[in-house]
């Protein structure tokens, strides 16, 4: 009886010390699949973006968007390649980057600058290549540096008018981040939102960081608005969606609002911020082609 008693025990150990094991060794799994198979690859995310008001002559264009790129974290030389790789394979019209190229974490010495720069100039598009701070490249000294070098138009609270092949302009703008600014968001935007009342442009597109500012703006203004800084989440559970937001992405955080006639899309980027993680969250640009109907 004794002897049955302490083979149960026994048996019950040992199912205890199986059970430990898988939960430890899950535990582990889970890490070592968020850090270095979750944060590599490169998921391409397609949108059809409909809107009368786009003049005829930039009916089918083509936008490519970059956001969070956190060089120096996951993203290394070889990713960005990839990056620009795919971007250059969608053959777009417009590209734009909307912030946290750099990472505040990192210290970039001048290989990482030639790196970046060289990288970032093979990038190509018909209309233009469009960059703007993020609040992780405003602490960062070499950025300004690494813009210049790379070819890109930098249009941090600046705007440009363009045409293609016809009479009817668009206007884009750039809105530069939120933080560590004596000007507020629409104080940012207030030259791009003038010009667009004077010269009655009748579509328009705005490209800012952090995307709750964008209650804070004369959004109606802009018939597009793209954004990053949420990342989606970085970390994401099924049902239940992102569960670590940073700070002025608290309400707009997924990939598509429509905000009364404003279409507000947020890239979840390709790198990694705080934590190098990401679950069910993978690397990603955004392609948007824009069209009449």
């Known amino acids: 009886m004794e002897h049955s008693e302490e083979k149960q025990q026994h048996r019950k150990m040992r199912l205890w010390v199986k059970l430990l094991i898988l939960f430890f060794l899950s535990i582990i799994l889970t890490i070592l699949y968020s850090r270095y198979i979750s944060t590599s690859g490169l998921f391409i995310k397609e949108y059809l973006v409909i809107d009368e008001d786009l003049p005829n002559s930039f009916n089918g264009i083509k936008i490519a968007h970059i956001t969070d790129v956190h060089y120096g974290q996951t993203i290394h030389k070889k990713e ?5 790789k795919a971007v250059n394979e969608y053959q777009p019209d417009i590209i734009v980057i909307t912030g946290d190229l750099l990472d505040r974490d990192i210290i970039y010495d001048s290989k990482d600058i030639t790196d970046i720069s060289k990288t970032l100039s093979k990038l190509e598009a018909s209309l233009g290549k469009y960059i703007i701070m993020g609040n992780h490249d405003n602490v960062q000294d ?16 600046d705007y440009q008018i363009l045409y293609n092949y016809g009479n009817e302009p668009i206007l884009i703008a750039g809105m530069s981040t939120g933080e560590y600014s004596n000007k507020t968001p629409q104080e940012k935007v207030a030259d791009a939102t003038k010009k667009i009342k004077e010269e009655n442009i009748n579509y328009s597109i705005l490209i800012m960081h952090e995307p709750d500012y964008i209650d804070d703006i004369d959004y109606k203004s802009f018939d597009l608005v793209l954004a990053g800084h949420s990342h989606a989440g970085q970390v994401r559970l099924p049902l239940i969606g992102a569960i670590i937001l940073p700070p002025h992405a608290q309400k707009y955080y997924d990939e598509h609002y429509k905000i009364d006639d404003t279409n507000l899309y947020i890239s979840s980027g390709i790198g990694t911020s705080t934590i190098k993680f990401r679950w069910f969250n993978r690397p990603s640009i955004n392609l948007y082609r824009l069209v009449k109907k």
Do not use: C
Not at 142 to 157: A, F, H, R, W
């Open 80 to 84: 960005l390649e990839k990056v620009v």
């Open 142 to 157: 070499v950025y300004e540096e690494i813009v210049q070098k790379s070819g890109l138009t930098y249009l941090n609270e």
